[in-house]
């Protein structure tokens, strides 16, 4: 049972405010449960400072501090693997990227900065037999464009890709 909005907004970890908005919008303030089931449904997590590893203070030890530290590992290897590329060394640090995207949590990965061609790279394997279909899909007059949610499955089937991970569900 939470007491009022401001002590339910330091347990969110928002402003007093927010909490004013959000219940304005229909979010129970009774309990934290109610009104964290209530957010899961209702609001984008990248725009939640609890869901966004990148946008809220982290305390030590606490799990958006752990996501945080492994999205910055991810952003720096990252970096050397754009180096490493146009060094023609891309094989001495693709194992070491693939672990570091497997390592951050799947709530946090919207968040990662991806190098588009280092992710190239670690997909290359799988573009060659893939683009024919691309092709095939292209060259259909009137194909509908991807809804949201279908452009967040193929995000999710490139970042297990490139991680060597199993495939999300959903993501054929």
């Not at 909490?19 to 209702?42: F, H, I, Q, Y």
């Amino acid at each position: 049972m939470v007491k009022n909005d401001a002590e339910l907004a330091r347990l969110l970890g928002v402003d007093r405010s927010a909490v004013c908005r959000l219940k304005a919008r229909g979010m129970p303030t009774a309990s934290l449960e109610g009104a964290r089931a209530w957010r899961d449904a209702n609001l984008n997590p990248a725009h939640r400072k609890d869901m966004n590893p990148a946008r809220s203070p982290a305390r030590p030890g606490s799990p958006e501090a752990a996501a945080r530290t492994e999205l910055q590992r991810l952003e720096n290897l990252m970096c050397d693997g754009a180096r490493a590329i146009a060094a023609g060394l891309f094989e001495y640090v693709a194992n070491d990227l693939r672990a570091a995207m497997r390592a951050v949590p799947a709530n946090a990965r919207h968040c990662a900065s991806l190098n588009p061609s280092v992710m190239d790279a670690l997909t290359a394997s799988a573009c060659a037999p893939l683009s024919a279909c691309e092709a095939a899909h292209d060259a259909v007059p009137g194909a509908a464009p991807m809804s949201d949610d279908e452009a967040a499955d193929m995000g999710r089937f490139w970042y297990a890709l490139a991680a060597n991970e199993p495939m999300p569900a959903g993501a054929h």
